[in-house]
Every structure is written in structure tokens, then in C-alpha cells.
């Protein structure tokens, strides 16, 4: 498997508080991914990096920022949480178009 | 821009019968396919993909996938399905060239839940 890990696994948190996740690699790939999952949507891309310092927006990035100063971490921040945000948080790794290696998951709920 | 369309959201089948899990796409470039596998509580693995050449593809755990350009689609097949193999599929696509164009886009899912 793939070196990836996610911090925390599980965090509850109130409206209104900003939260950050974390993703760790040890592979040393270029790219790094936050996707979200929700029932009956899948997986979308909020954010993602193709190097240090690099970022760009996906499909549903509203509401969040990222950031990368290492290779190897890349961090995800809501500023200011909403329950709409309550999701289950992956991170995923690639170093080429063929394969996406994911991690845990974070499951984040917001009451 | 790129789609992708999962059929059904949920499949249930006996165990050691067959299954077809189908899944659909839409783009205006050539593009690179996967299906992932999510068991329950777990991250995403990838299951197959295709990238090129044959347009059979399988994996180490009897699952196969067939590329058909004609109809953009994408079905994932097993002859005989293990208890084991409940969870749910996702089929992913990425266009093969562009900038910036690593990122994956999903289907809702199919859940796959095999009965004894």
C-alpha cells in the first residue's frame, strides 16, 4: 500500500469553528488530491496540487482552502465550517495519469 | 468535460453467480478508465484500468473490464461472485492528454452485495 495517512480519522466539530486535515505521503509523488465522498455522489475533487506552493480549485471547492509547503503534506482547511461540509475527507497521491493511490478517509461531522 | 454514468446504484446477486456492473462516459478527448473498489469503512483501491492496448482488462481477483470506445463504455464483469466481494465500485475517468488533467472524475457508485 501506498504511504498515506490522514489526520485526524474522526473529528466532530461545532459550526462556525475552522478545522484543518491533513494528508502525509511518503512516496514523494508530485500530486496530491482532497476529494469528498457523500451518499449518492461519490467522490469530487475539491482541491488539488501539482507541486510545492502549487494549488488549483475542482469541482466543489467552496468553502475550503488548501495548502502544500512540503511534498509531502498537504492540508485542508475550512475556514469556517457548515454542516453542509460533514462528509467523509479522502486524500489521494499520484505521480502519472495511471494510477490515484488513496488513503483512509477523515470523517468529519459538523453539528 | 468529462462524465461519467453508473447505471445502477445498487446490485444484489447470489453468490457464485455472475455479475455486470456498468458504467458509462462522456468526453470529447481519449481518456484512460478505472474502476476502484471501496470495502466498507475502508479507502478507495484501485481494481483495473485501462490505458491503452487490449481493450480486455482484468484483475488478480477474477474481475474484468472491457473498453468500448463505440458505445464510451466501461462494464465491469465477474463470472462468480465471493461473499467477499460485497462493497462498492466506482468507476473513475481522467483524459489522456492536457494539462492539469491528472484529476479523476467519478460515478455515484454501485454497490455490489452478494447473498449467501
Known amino acids: 500500500d501506498a504511504g498515506i495517512t490522514q489526520s485526524p480519522r474522526h473529528k466532530v466539530t461545532e459550526t462556525g469553528t475552522p478545522v484543518t486535515l491533513r494528508c502525509h505521503q511518503t512516496e514523494n509523488h508530485r500530486y496530491m488530491y482532497w476529494y469528498r465522498q457523500d451518499p449518492g455522489h461519490g467522490l469530487r475533487l475539491i482541491h488539488y496540487s501539482y507541486g510545492v506552493k502549487d494549488t488549483d480549485k475542482g469541482e466543489v471547492s467552496d468553502g475550503y482552502s488548501v495548502s502544500r509547503s512540503k511534498t509531502e503534506d498537504f492540508l485542508l482547511t475550512l475556514e469556517s465550517a457548515t454542516s453542509s461540509q460533514t462528509s467523509v475527507y479522502f486524500c489521494?497521491?499520484?505521480?502519472?495519469?495511471?494510477?490515484?493511490?488513496f488513503g483512509p478517509g477523515t470523517r468529519l461531522t459538523v453539528l | 468535460a468529462q462524465s461519467v454514468t453508473q447505471l445502477d446504484s445498487q446490485v444484489p446477486v447470489f453468490e457464485e453467480a455472475p455479475v455486470e456492473l456498468r458504467c458509462n462516459y462522456s468526453?470529447?478527448?481519449?481518456?484512460?478508465l478505472f474502476w476502484y473498489v471501496q470495502y466498507p469503512n475502508q479507502g478507495l483501491q484501485l481494481l483495473l484500468k485501462y490505458l491503452s492496448g487490449s481493450t480486455l482488462v482484468e484483475s488478480i481477483n477474477g474481475f474484468e473490464a472491457e473498453f468500448n470506445k463505440s458505445q464510451t463504455s466501461f462494464h465491469l464483469r465477474k463470472p462468480s461472485v465471493h461473499i467477499s466481494d460485497t462493497a462498492e465500485y466506482f468507476c473513475a475517468v481522467t483524459s489522456v492528454s492536457g494539462a492539469g488533467s491528472y484529476q479523476l472524475t467519478f460515478g455515484k457508485g454501485t454497490k455490489l452485495s452478494v447473498i449467501p
Open positions: 489521494a497521491i499520484s505521480e502519472s495519469k495511471d494510477t490515484q493511490y
Open positions: 468526453s470529447s478527448v481519449s481518456v484512460y
